[in-house]
């Protein structure tokens, strides 16, 4: 590309953080700040996998994109997949597939690619593809869904048009008969120094929630060391959003999230068992939509997963897959056949039957040799 040269296989150290930061920032997702890629690598490097991040850059020396993955062997993925909802280029729209592009150039002809959570349809996988002369084979191994809110040009009032009666009343009624029998306070998180303290209340009310629905997915101490030093960073920069509903001077609910780029995102909740009759969790998340529109965040992402109670307030959904690129005839490409199998199996069975078709999934996403690990 006349003008043009590839970022190469590298750190994070020889990139321009500042460009790639605004990139993100562009794109509204917190998954692809250098932040996020530097938490993954001090808190997960030592597992063996390498940063092996890839691009491209203008010829005025500017930053066209990249992206951010880590090697393990032959295998490459986005940091930090395993704890992330939503991933691909670091670029701007219209550029997703030069710089795909340019990044599948700079590595050997053996990698392979496990592209997690990366949105269904898009076009830029197709042109690693073209780069590697029909060389990588692809397979779906799986999709989700993830329910969004679109609030631009909004006010809360708006917002609460767009719902049904019984939803807007109970809002109101919820909030306000908490209102009326306790002392109810919103509580976020701006202060450094008030971080450690804030995020124990939010692993502890985390942690209450799931007990008796198979267990937090953030349990592990690495897990944690990373959403503490993931938070601390968002917090310097101003995006981080740890909300705390408060009953009588006591925190009963929890939010975690951030804002970046004008989208507000929710990532995980929890709320004390003792008060959930009371809807502690409910009335927290519509305050936090009530923040962002405040804020002016033009969407609300409520992230992976179709829960119920997400689309009460959801006004759109999008869909990502993981999609595995790796060559005919190799071990990882089997492997994904496996796994897409036992996925599609696992979804058609009745409810009964589906946590088995599920422990085949998750053993044959063990088989990778970066399996999904928190």
């Not at 267990?215 to 981080?240: K, N, P, V």
């Not at 759109?316 to 994904?336: F, G, N």
């Amino acid at each position: 590309m006349s003008g043009e040269r590839e970022v190469g296989t590298t750190g994070a150290e020889s990139t321009n953080l500042d460009q790639w930061r605004e990139l993100a920032c562009r794109r509204g997702n917190a998954f692809l700040l250098p932040e996020w890629f530097a938490c993954w690598n001090r808190v997960y490097g030592d597992e063996g996998g390498e940063p092996a991040i890839a691009g491209e850059t203008a010829a005025d020396g500017s930053l066209r994109g990249l992206m951010p993955f880590v090697r393990t062997g032959h295998c490459l993925r986005f940091a930090g997949a395993s704890l992330g909802d939503r991933f691909g280029p670091v670029a701007g729209v219209g550029d997703e597939d030069r710089v795909a592009a340019a990044a599948a150039a700079a590595f050997d002809r053996r990698d392979y690619l496990v592209l997690d959570h990366v949105d269904r349809g898009a076009s830029w996988p197709g042109a690693i593809e073209a780069e590697s002369g029909r060389r990588l084979k692809r397979v779906t191994t799986r999709y989700d869904v993830l329910p969004s809110i679109e609030l631009d040009g909004l006010d809360w009032d708006g917002f609460l048009r767009g719902r049904s009666r019984n939803f807007r009343s109970q809002i109101r009624s919820k909030e306000r008969r908490l209102a009326r029998d306790h002392e109810l306070d919103y509580r976020r998180t701006t202060r450094p120094e008030d971080l450690d303290r804030d995020m124990d209340a939010f692993f502890r009310l985390h942690d209450a929630r799931w007990t008796d629905r198979g267990g937090s997915s953030i349990a592990t101490e690495r897990a944690r060391r990373f959403h503490r030093e993931f938070a601390a960073a968002l917090l310097e920069l101003g995006w981080l959003r740890l909300w705390f509903l408060e009953l009588d001077g006591e925190a009963v609910a929890v939010w975690y999230g951030w804002n970046v780029g004008g989208r507000y995102a929710y990532y995980l909740a929890g709320l004390d068992p003792d008060w959930h009759q009371l809807s502690v969790g409910f009335v927290l998340l519509a305050h936090t939509v009530r923040e962002a529109i405040a804020e002016g965040a033009r969407d609300y992402d409520l992230l992976r997963g179709s829960e119920s109670y997400k689309d009460r307030f959801a006004s759109d959904r999008r869909e990502v897959e993981t999609i595995v690129l790796a060559p005919s005839r190799s071990r990882a490409l089997a492997v994904a056949r496996l796994e897409a199998m036992a996925w599609r199996r696992s979804r058609n069975m009745p409810a009964g039957l589906r946590a088995a078709g599920s422990g085949l999934y998750r053993r044959a996403g063990r088989l990778m040799p970066t399996a999904r690990r928190r």
